[in-house]
């Protein structure tokens, strides 16, 4: 039927003056059914022939508000005849149309398909642009009305335009719909294909430009008119616009807390336990934990500093002191200055900053307590750091220092005289970091030209604690690993010297002291390497490896014979078997010499035999050929010169131990106390009390684990090197899993996780394993009953899971979770508020994972072992015709069992292009005949690597949790999958690509929105992806119908 036919009958019902109704019912019965009236336009139509005169025509106009009132025209196409309208001079059509807008403005819906609901959008976007045009006519008119003395008709037409403004801005679902309608625009400017269906090319949408162009306009008509009223009304419609491209990232931050024990945890975790990890992984995750809990900026700065004094406060002293006073002053200035760079503006952070030492200066007791350890004034060492690196400005800096001074004025037990001459580690530590990149500078020289110099550098940082004071500078700046490779090619250096011609040509005496220099560099460069890779982890060795296909000697030993924690050495490996006949010079030599020739010695090839030498010797004094006075002779010889070589058979007898019976061990144990303290003779090399130290300190921390299992205690010289701190830190005797909840319970009444307990869970993590360690603090969680209690383990949870979040992840949303939400017998555990607080802990560390699972794992986690984690392909497996073990788990507890579609299924709607799909998801299906694409989801649209194990369980849980949304059952597990959504929704500012809402199949909207708590606007914006236009559709469906 034509357009034409429809204006015959218009004009008909007007000639013979029909009512509403008889025009409604006569309407009926001229247009058979097929074609709807938005097709036919209707509502143009009408319109078109209202607006005919100077005023409306009343009777066509009642045809249309009865069309509205019985929907039998949409809104959107209302909006659309009534945006086409611009003669704004005819005063009483403007005001008709503005009635009619007034009828439905605040109260739009849609229930067809998702096209319609877009096309609502688009509508809404244009009657918006209509409206600011008709308020910026109608001020202009005002003003003119103004300087010819009639103001009366211009201002009831202006207030008029902005009342209707207002009222369809101040709707939440409106700005909502109009977000959609702007993104809609912008893909459409972009993409090359316009045309997909008819709706798009018959509505012309307004620009987003135009509206910007509109307001401000507006803004300056408006700003020479007099009425205070006027100006306010359109200035809030004007802010209203504003904020619709901007709706979802405006999150209202935490006020009424002051502490945060997650960002506590996480700073005192990477304090004691990965000082070498870059910052930026550090600045990512302090970041997550800011938005995820909506931490205000000086108060986040403020419980960092925090976490830096109570570190320094319980660190133990030695070489934890150091790390930590690296930690404080050296390496979270950088992370602050790179926290910064998230900041909106440099002046804002500052402020920030300032506004954190303002309340810092506040807790007293703790700053007292920390100059006491340190002896001496932290804040002013941490004030000036900050002041050099961009983080205050020079006035605030005085100013709070002069605060710090008056206060501590009042602490007189600081000035104490024992501590007045104790060089303070601060002002040590600060002074260390351009020490360290001066010593890089000297180790790039040429070492064959002046080995006695360099012999008197390294010679110089043995001497007392400046090795660990370099040590630690290096690891807080990230040069450690440069510094190791350094010690590496020295060491590698020393071994291809086997000749001294080339090394006496340095020295204008013998060849004999160019054999002591090159042992002595090859010592110091070997235990310093050792010293390393115990304080640090030997990742920081062997991450740069040489590329060049060269196995350097130490990286080689390192790898195959040094002891670690959790790694098992075979004492018959190959690599403790070397040549035999080099293995019988070396025994004969160790025996029989009254001192070792070092112009004849390859300390490299020493260093390989000696296990095999020490074997040999061992059976000998076990068989009674040797006595123990030869054995005293043999292993003075063995450590004598160079102690690398007491290392290296030290190394071997412990993991010979593990292997010997009780009864078995005692003579090498007794092989490894007589290697273990120093030679006390004259006749020794250069720097050997030096040596001695690093040695023991060495070999403390290879036979540890040995000594704790048989039991043994051997007296190690305590010559000025710090004892092992977090050793034996598990009671004997005890189960882990007793251990492990009394942990937690200590923690969670304390209300933070201190650095003995950090040691402690991951000593329980390493002995229980990923699974063990995560299911029973989950039930530890889930016993919990009251809110405050549950919300306080929630946030200690997190921390503690950072230890290996990446598994710990893998391990909740893959195991844990499906089991508590598919086993009908456990949902009870869900209840609030325990299961409100899983719910956001899931979230959390889904989150955590997934923003940072491209970067590298920390060296931490690396050396993790993985035995109980279960290979997730088998889990949810990709071959399209076996079905996950998560689905049939989902299967066998639902009733309809046709509420998912088959995996082969899934995988057809995964090969769908994005044209296609759209199309093909059926938005209003019964759940039993969802078709292939029902499970169609953002993330394979953006063909996310679904191989990936994090990618993979995400998108399972995801699926589980529509399924449970969609059941016919509900009950706490239901609950749950509602708490989940908020939490993400909570958390994300959008469910873009980036996120894990991607995962989500586009059903669960529909799902979700029948959900009170769930059933709003922004909730639905925040969940799909309106980067795709699916995602734009499915979420205009959904807003439309609210």
């Not at 990230?478 to 340095?506: C, D, P, Q, V």
């Not at 508020?833 to 590298?856: E, F, I, N, R």
């Not at 088998?874 to 069992?897: G, I, T, V, Y």
């Not at 194990?949 to 399924?963: C, D, E, K, T």
Request: proline share 4%.
């Amino acid at each position: 039927m034509k357009v034409v036919n429809l204006k015959q009958a218009i004009l008909q019902a007007w000639k013979e003056r029909w009512s509403d109704y008889q025009w409604a019912i006569n309407m009926k019965k001229f247009f058979p059914k097929g074609a709807t009236w938005d097709i036919l336009n209707l509502a143009e139509a009408l319109l078109e022939q209202a607006m005919i005169g100077p005023s409306p025509n009343p009777l066509i106009l009642s045809y249309l508000k009865y069309a509205i009132s019985s929907q039998m025209v949409s809104y959107s196409s209302v909006l659309t005849a009534i945006s086409k309208f611009d003669d704004f001079s005819r005063d009483l059509c403007v005001q008709a149309l503005l009635d009619i807008m007034d009828m439905f403005c605040d109260r739009l819906s849609c229930h067809g398909k998702a096209e319609e609901c877009i096309g609502l959008c688009r509508a809404l976007l244009s009657a918006l642009h209509w409206l600011l045009r008709c308020t910026a006519a109608s001020a202009e008119r005002l003003r003119e009305g103004l300087e010819a003395g009639t103001p009366a008709a211009g201002e009831k037409q202006l207030a008029m335009c902005l009342q209707r403004l207002e009222k369809t801005l101040s709707s939440t679902k409106n700005r909502a719909l109009l977000h959609i309608a702007k993104l809609e625009e912008a893909s459409l400017h972009t993409s090359q294909g316009l045309g997909q269906g008819g709706t798009r090319a018959n509505q012309p949408t307004a620009s987003w430009t135009a509206i910007e162009h509109c307001l401000l306009k507006l803004g300056e008509i408006l700003a020479n008119l007099s009425s205070p009223q006027l100006r306010s009304q359109a200035e809030q419609c004007g802010t209203l616009i504003r904020s619709i491209p901007t709706m979802l990232s405006v999150h209202s931050e935490q006020l009424h807390k002051t502490g945060f024990p997650t960002v506590h945890a996480v700073v005192l975790l990477e304090g004691t336990m990965n000082l070498t990890g870059e910052t930026q992984p550090l600045v990512e995750q302090l970041m997550m934990v800011k938005r995820m809990q909506h931490i205000p900026t000086p108060l986040f700065v403020l419980e960092i500093w925090k976490a830096c004094f109570v570190g320094l406060i319980e660190s133990p002293e030695g070489t934890g002191e150091l790390k930590w006073t690296a930690f404080t002053f050296l390496k979270i200035p950088q992370v602050l200055v790179k926290l910064k760079k998230y900041s909106h503006g440099d002046k804002d952070f500052t402020e920030d900053v300032n506004s954190a030492f303002e309340f810092l200066l506040k807790l007293t007791p703790l700053l007292d307590k920390a100059d006491q350890r340190c002896n001496c004034d932290c804040t002013n060492f941490l004030l000036q750091e900050c002041s050099k690196q961009g983080l205050l400005s020079e006035a605030s800096t005085n100013n709070l220092m002069a605060k710090r001074k008056a206060d501590r004025e009042h602490a007189p037990q600081l000035k104490s005289d024992e501590n007045a001459n104790i060089q303070p580690n601060p002002g040590l530590i600060l002074r260390a970091e351009p020490t360290v990149t001066n010593i890089l500078k000297t180790m790039d020289a040429d070492h064959s030209k002046s080995p006695e110099g360099l012999l008197g550098v390294l010679g110089h940082m043995l001497s007392g604690k400046s090795l660990d004071l370099l040590l630690a500078a290096a690891a807080a700046t990230g040069k450690l690993k440069s510094f190791a490779r350094k010690f590496i090619n020295l060491n590698e250096f020393t071994t291809h010297r086997s000749e001294e011609s080339s090394w006496g040509s340095a020295f204008s005496s013998s060849t004999a002291k160019a054999a002591s220099v090159r042992a002595l560099l090859f010592d110091i460069s070997f235990l310093m390497l050792c010293h390393v890779a115990q304080t640090y982890g030997s990742e920081v060795i062997l991450s740069e490896s040489n590329t060049g296909g060269e196995v350097f000697f130490f990286e080689t030993w390192m790898q195959t014979c040094m002891p670690e924690e959790g790694k098992i050495l075979n004492p018959d490996h190959p690599c403790f078997r070397p040549d035999s006949t080099k293995v019988e010079s070396l025994v004969a030599l160790l025996n029989n010499s009254s001192e070792i020739k070092l112009v004849q010695m390859k300390w490299h090839e020493a260093c390989l035999n000696i296990s095999a030498a020490i074997l040999e010797i061992l059976n000998a004094w076990e068989n009674g050929v040797l006595a123990f006075e030869s054995i005293q002779k043999i292993t003075d010889n063995i450590k004598g010169k160079v102690c690398s070589l007491a290392v290296c058979a030290v190394a071997w007898l412990v993991a010979h131990v593990r292997m010997l019976g009780l009864d078995e061990r005692e003579k090498s144990l007794q092989m490894i106390r007589q290697l273990a303290g120093p030679l006390y003779s004259e006749n020794t090399l250069q720097f050997y009390n030096e040596r001695v130290v690093i040695m023991s300190s060495i070999l403390e921390h290879m036979c540890a684990d040995v000594l704790q299992q048989t039991a043994t205690q051997i007296k190690f010289p305590s010559t000025g090197m710090d004892t092992m701190p977090y050793w034996n830190l598990l009671p004997p005797k005890r189960p882990i899993k007793e251990v492990l909840t009394d942990i937690f319970a200590k923690v969670l009444e304390k209300g933070w996780v201190d650095s003995r307990s950090i040691h402690i869970f991951d000593t329980l993590l390493h002995m229980g394993g990923v699974y063990w360690f995560c299911n029973n603090l989950i039930k530890e969680l889930l016993k919990e009953t009251r809110k405050e209690h549950t919300l306080r383990a929630v946030e200690l949870l997190y921390s503690i899971f950072c230890l290996d979040m990446q598994q710990v992840t893998l391990v909740l949303l893959g195991h844990i979770l499906p089991g508590l939400l598919t086993d009908s017998s456990k949902w009870h555990s869900l209840m609030d508020p325990p299961g409100t607080a899983l719910a956001k802990l899931a979230v959390w560390c889904a989150l955590s994972s997934y923003s940072s699972h491209k970067g590298q794992a920390s060296s931490r986690q690396k050396k993790r072992q993985r035995e109980d984690i279960e290979d997730y392909i088998s889990l949810f497996p990709l071959d399209d015709m076996q079905p996950s073990k998560l689905m049939r788990l989902l299967s066998s507890n639902e009733e309809d069992a046709n509420i998912l579609s088959s995996p082969s299924e899934g995988s057809r709607g995964r090969r769908f292009g994005t044209q296609e799909a759209i199309g093909s998801v059926p938005l209003a299906c019964p759940t039993a005949d969802r078709s292939m694409s029902s499970n169609l989801s953002a993330s394979q649209l953006h063909t996310v690597n679904m191989r990936d194990p994090l990618n993979r369980v995400l998108a399972n849980l995801f699926l589980l949790i529509s399924s449970i949304l969609g059941s016919r059952t509900a009950g706490p597990h239901t609950q749950f999958a509602q708490w989940f959504m908020e939490g993400c929704v909570d958390c994300l500012e959008q469910g873009g690509r980036g996120s894990i809402l991607q995962f989500m199949p586009f059903t669960t909207v529909s799902e979700l929105v029948k959900v009170s708590a769930m059933s709003s606007p922004k909730v639905v914006l925040a969940i799909t992806d309106l980067s795709l236009p699916l995602g734009r559709q499915v979420a205009a469906k959904a807003i439309a119908a609210l």
